[in-house]
């Protein structure tokens, strides 16, 4: 089975832009989670989809947003960037259901520089 | 959400063993112990859970101490590919239909050849 995909792998963008990225979970799983990670903070969840539907959400502005296809891809945008967003942005995967609580799978992420 | 506390690094050598140890005194019942790992430049990876009977699989071992306030991670022989961050992590069985995971800081495992 193909693993998570995430595209693209490295961005850079101007402070005010708007990005978005893009993860292809495994085939068959209708869960997708967004992770930030930074040196600072480490790995923070940002947010949950599941058969299309946003399930949990983590501390972030509103800058940052996601939705979900029918074919369980995702995409997340963040808007109006700050150099705090410099960050690399993971997609995790699973087969979600209703307990959750499986495990996840994750893919490469996508290093964001913002200056 | 219980909290889980690590030691920030470990060292090891290969072809040695290695025990990762994790503490989580306010552990409820219902919460699974998960351990995931991130190498150099990669996402996390799901390396094992358990509940309460220690676990092995072909990654590692996972021994859960009696009262379940803490278990070990055990890497039967380190190999180089090993160095990586482990993070310990609990989540609850009924925690809701979601798949969050909080991560604490890990451990960074040195192996050392």
């Known amino acids: 089975k193909a693993g998570v995909t995430q595209t693209p792998r490295y961005l850079i963008k101007t402070r005010g832009q708007q990005v978005t990225l893009s993860c292809s979970p495994i085939s068959g799983h209708r869960s997708v989670s967004w992770y930030q990670q930074t040196p600072g903070q480490g790995l923070q969840f940002l947010f949950e989809?599941?058969?299309?539907?946003?399930?949990n959400k983590g501390n972030f502005p509103g800058r940052f947003s996601g939705r979900q296809f029918s074919n369980s891809r995702s995409e997340m945008n963040v808007s109006t960037l700050e150099l705090g967003d410099s960050a690399l942005y993971l997609c995790?995967?699973?087969?979600?259901?209703?307990?959750?609580?499986?495990?996840?799978?994750f893919g490469p992420g996508t290093r964001l520089t913002v200056t | 959400d219980a909290k889980t506390t690590q030691p920030n690094s470990m060292e090891s050598n290969e072809e040695e063993p290695v025990h990762l140890p994790c503490n989580h005194s306010?552990?409820?019942?219902?919460?699974?112990i998960h351990w995931y790992r991130q190498l150099p430049s990669q996402g996390p990876e799901y390396v094992i859970h358990g509940l309460t009977s220690n676990v092995n699989n072909r990654m590692a071992s996972l021994a859960i101490a009696e009262d379940r306030k803490s278990s070990t991670l055990i890497l039967h022989r380190a190999t180089l590919r090993d160095a990586a961050v482990y993070y310990c992590?609990?989540?609850?069985?009924?925690?809701?239909?979601?798949?969050?995971?909080?991560f604490g800081t890990g451990t960074l495992l040195a192996v050392q050849p």
């Open positions: 992590i609990l989540r609850d069985a009924y925690g809701g239909a979601t798949n969050k995971l909080i």
């Open positions: 989809y599941f058969s299309e539907t946003q399930r």
């Open positions: 995790a995967s699973s087969l979600g259901g209703e307990l959750g609580n499986y495990e996840q799978y």
């Open positions: 306010t552990i409820s019942g219902t919460d699974y």
